[in-house]
């Protein structure tokens, strides 16, 4: 099946540094890559889209200057924090979709998640 | 726009006792439905999902989904529960050939299997 890794799994980081996450899809070709955000307790969030080679799209209210998402490659998204602070401390969920078979439907495959805490 | 509301934040039941987990959407247009289980500090992994066709759904490991157009719903059921579903669960809707395949997931279902 389709595997989709994030690294690292949990980072601490200080208050105003910058913190990137990895996605990686491993055995596929990612045409598009989809970020959450996970509150404790709380829903899945999508906080943007992007498509290989293009610049992402946000969702309302998410500040794309804050969140930087770069999709560089087929396999690979990152999102950057920039200037973190404890407000942004969440877990961060990244999906990917490849490219569109003879399904009408084409499904996203989801990373493990990485944690960030920022003190 | 699409929208999904899980009536329930927790459910705990006992061991072997049927469960059902409650899923109800809201869309202008046609939706895939899904149903994502998460277990601690992991991410999603699906369940089940609803494409077309049938309307009743099923995964490998005993549970169940119908949608339900004139109620707008998609409930989860299992009828014999083991501590190992103990998880939470994520119902989530895609509009048909529109958004590109973004998904709106609802609040989440706590389920605790008791022995």
């Known amino acids: 099946g389709a595997v989709v890794s994030q690294h690292p799994s949990w980072v601490i980081c200080k208050s105003g540094t910058s913190v990137k996450i990895e996605c990686r899809s491993l055995?596929?070709?990612?045409?598009?890559m989809f970020w959450y955000r996970q509150f404790p307790k709380q829903s899945l969030m999508l906080m943007a889209t992007?498509?290989?080679?293009?610049?992402?799209?946000?969702e309302q209210g998410v500040e794309k200057d804050k969140f930087l998402i770069n999709h560089a490659s087929l396999t690979l998204s990152t999102l950057t924090v920039t200037s973190a602070h404890p407000e942004d401390s969440s877990f961060y969920i990244c999906?990917?979709?490849?490219?569109?078979?003879?399904?009408?439907?084409?499904?996203?495959?989801f990373g493990p998640g990485t944690r960030l805490t920022v003190l | 726009a699409q929208s999904v509301t899980q009536l329930d934040s927790q459910v705990p039941v006992f061991e072997e006792a049927p469960v059902e987990l409650r899923c109800n959407y809201s869309?202008?247009?046609?939706?895939?439905l899904f149903w994502y289980v998460q277990y601690p500090n992991q991410g999603l992994q699906l369940l089940l999902k609803?494409?077309?066709?049938?309307?009743l759904v099923k995964s490998i490991n005993g549970f169940e989904a119908e949608f339900n157009k004139s109620q707008t719903s998609f409930h989860l059921r299992k009828p014999s529960v083991h501590i190992s579903d103990t998880a939470e669960y994520f119902c989530?809707?895609?509009?048909?050939?529109?958004?590109?395949?973004?998904?709106?997931f609802g609040q989440g279902t706590i389920l605790t299997v008791h022995p």
């Open positions: 609803y494409l077309s066709g049938s309307t």
């Open positions: 989530a809707v895609s509009e048909f050939r529109t958004s590109y395949g973004k998904l709106t």
């Open positions: 055995d596929f070709q990612a045409t598009t």
């Open positions: 992007s498509n290989e080679g293009s610049k992402a799209t946000y």
């Open positions: 999906s990917a979709r490849g490219l569109a078979g003879l399904s009408s439907y084409n499904e996203q495959f």
């Open positions: 869309s202008s247009v046609s939706v895939y």
